[in-house]
């Protein structure tokens, strides 16, 4: 059995945010496993406890309930008129830019009353960097075998997107935790959509010849991707006994995700939400296509005005949040002559 950090312990203090009180719709993604559903709603739970001028609503985008919808029923049935919608997910990709927006817009239309600030993602930040070389500092000093970074590569495994642009933002993460670590080198897969896909990572890993392997799953919660990657990793162990094989655990309820949580519903409320778009396969497909209907971008919600997107899409989920489907993106030709299509 290879080793794996376990993750810190919940945070016992955090700022208690100021200003007027609206409730927060945390959103996530849905998992079918229930540990992961759970931590969700465990960090939820946390949040809510150390903002409590507020309500928090806990729902998910999709795979499990409640659902946005309930979500929103929820905040009208007490009598909220204003609402922060917050989509906690590490990158701006489709589910952050096209599928939750698409259905707050459906949402809006049943309940033009209601106004809604959008929030963005986590993305990158100095303290989730921070955090991510403490832990692998960490579980460098517990090892009783002591073996030079110089011999070691860091494999960094990211969900993996339909958008380019999320995906670049992994690769660049992995190279700034690289940079100055003294690692022989980082190599960055994805468990699923995209590639390199994590068997291509392990190979390219093993091409450098270390004598230790330590891999990086970057999720905010296990999961049924999370528990994959462990168990291709248990393997590799098997297939490579003479290695040091070693793992970080997911992101999980730490006092750096509940800080971004609070930085992120501020900016939402008070219509600050910075996102980068200048490489957004959403906004270029709008630029151009000169004459075409607009399509709202929703990182031009940039004041804190209801959604009155105006999409020309359905409502359809990608393939890939069903692991029963079929894989429309498992050879890499397919990959490429769709990456860059909007839904």
């Not at 150390?50 to 729902?59: A, G, K, Q, S």
């Not at 009208?76 to 701006?92: K, R, S």
């Not at 860091?154 to 958008?163: E, I, P, T």
Request: hydrophobic share 40%; aromatic share 6%; with cysteine.
């Amino acid at each position: 059995m290879f080793d794996l950090l376990s993750t810190p312990p919940l945070p016992r203090s955090t700022p208690d945010p100021s200003g007027a009180a609206l409730p927060l719709l945390l959103i996530g993604h849905g998992s079918r496993d229930s540990e992961g559903r759970q931590a969700f709603l465990d960090l939820a739970q946390a949040y809510q406890a150390l903002t409590p001028h507020r309500p928090v609503i806990p729902c998910f985008l999709e795979l499990t309930e409640p659902s946005i919808a309930q979500g929103i029923q929820q905040c009208i049935a007490q009598g909220w008129q204003e609402v922060v919608a917050l989509p906690l997910l590490l990158f701006g990709a489709r589910h952050n830019k096209f599928d939750v927006t698409v259905e707050l817009d459906r949402l809006q239309s049943l309940y033009p009353q209601l106004r809604i600030h959008y929030g963005g993602p986590l993305g990158i930040r100095v303290e989730i960097l921070q955090l991510l070389r403490d832990r692998l500092s960490a579980l460098l000093a517990a090892q009783p075998i002591k073996i030079p970074n110089s011999e070691t590569v860091l494999l960094f495994v990211g969900r993996g997107s339909s958008d380019p642009e999320a995906n670049a933002e992994t690769c660049k993460l992995a190279r700034l935790l690289w940079e100055g670590s003294g690692f022989r080198a980082v190599e960055t897969c994805f468990i699923g959509i995209t590639h390199p896909r994590l068997p291509m990572g392990l190979e390219r890993a093993l091409l450098w010849q270390p004598r230790r392997v330590i891999v990086l799953p970057y999720f905010l919660f296990t999961g049924v991707l999370v528990k994959k990657i462990m168990a291709t990793l248990e393997e590799h162990h098997r297939l490579h006994p003479e290695m040091d094989w070693l793992a970080l655990p997911e992101l999980g309820i730490v006092d750096t995700v509940l800080q971004g949580l609070h930085q992120l519903e501020q900016e939402a409320r008070q219509g600050q939400t910075q996102m980068n778009c200048h490489l957004c396969k959403f906004r270029l497909a709008v630029s151009q296509s000169a004459g075409a209907q607009h399509i709202h971008h929703p990182h031009d919600n940039a004041t804190h005005r209801s959604h009155d997107h105006s999409h020309s899409h359905s409502h359809g989920h990608h393939n890939h949040s069903h692991p029963a489907a079929a894989d429309p993106y498992a050879q890499l030709e397919d990959y490429h002559q769709r990456a860059w299509q909007v839904p």
